[in-house]
């Protein structure tokens, strides 16, 4: 004879896997790359630590990896959510001729310490702002290149320092608003006991993204400052990030010097793997729209 099932048991098996799901659909709802710190282990990587006050009376600590060319233009790359600076590690591990590759642990993710969510677009970028030269220094300006969460945080750096940035390029980035929704997995994550069952990057991408749509809105008076090229890529495919975010950039950046579309009909929201050749040109246009010097041998192919 089977013996009866505990009414407790049951709720607690129930309950175990809805955080499974609830996990799995969070993940779904951020983007996927590395999630721990870049090893550079085999790499020629160059690691330093910024020290930056992005709150009152508190210091976070923001690990940068360097490979490439020291005294060359910068070419920063920000991931999105969840993620670390080892979304970029292909990238690092062949840096493009004539630049240099940096990738940052944003605050929240990788090795960045403290390991709690920091929300606000204006605060991430405040995090990069150590990695700009001062306006008036001679020589180009660095490329920020974003992905999905980073497509907005460096429109927002653009946005707030526009004489210290060369260009932009964000791929697959949501900076509509209007096309943001919070998916009811993502409160019930946010809230005990469920998310202190969650793993750390993701507890910390789930509070990024459920006040996205007001820090978007936030953004939306400030993108006619940015002044230097974009160079935009997306998917017609992507199921994270709606195409639709085209349309906006488009008529958003009114003061941009240039802006430049690059549609793939197939990637989805993954471009930095999927057609990582590509943003290898979309870099390298960048780089020339912003008039940065940059060598023949550049690493990137057409797609085929």
């Known amino acids: 004879m089977t013996p009866p099932r505990s ?9 175990v896997t809805g955080v499974a799901i609830l996990a799995a659909a969070l993940s779904a709802a951020g983007c996927a790359g590395g999630r721990g ?26 690990p940068v990896y360097r490979a490439g060319e020291p005294s060359a233009p910068d070419v920063i790359f ?8 080892a979304a970029w590690r292909r990238y690092l591990a062949r840096p493009i001729d004539g630049l240099e590759m940096v990738a940052i ?8 310490t403290p390991r709690r969510a920091l929300p606000s677009l204006a605060e991430q ?31 927002r750096v653009a946005a707030q320092w526009p004489g210290r940035v060369g260009a932009l390029v964000i791929i697959a980035g949501s900076l509509d608003p209007a096309l943001e929704r919070v998916l009811f997995v993502q409160r019930l994550g946010a809230m005990f006991p469920v998310s202190s069952l969650l793993p750390s990057h993701l507890r910390v991408a789930n509070r990024e993204l459920i006040p996205l749509k007001r820090e978007l809105t936030d953004l939306a008076g400030a993108l006619g400052r940015v002044t230097c090229p ?26 941009a010097a240039a802006v430049e579309v690059m549609t793939f009909d197939a990637g989805d929201h993954f471009l930095p793997w999927n057609h990582e050749a590509s943003v290898r040109e979309a870099i390298l246009r960048a780089a020339s729209l912003a008039q940065a010097p940059v060598g023949a041998g550049d690493g990137a192919s057409s797609d085929p």
């Open 125 to 155: 970028a405040r995090a990069i702002e150590p990695l700009l030269p001062d306006a008036d220094s001679p020589g180009p300006k660095p490329i920020l290149v974003g992905h999905s969460l980073g497509g907005p945080i460096v429109a």
């Open 230 to 255: 974009v160079v935009i890529v997306h998917a017609r495919d992507d199921r994270l990030v709606p195409y639709a975010n085209v349309a906006y950039m488009l008529g958003a950046f009114t003061n």
């Open 78 to 85: 920000v991931h999105g959510t969840p993620g670390s600076a």
């Open 7 to 15: 009414p407790v048991a049951g709720f607690v098996r129930r309950f």
């Open 37 to 62: 710190g870049l090893n550079d282990e085999g790499l020629a990587i160059r690691r330093q630590t910024l020290r930056v006050e992005l709150e009152p009376d508190r210091l976070w600590s923001i």
């Open 105 to 112: 642990d944003r605050p929240g993710f990788g090795q960045s």
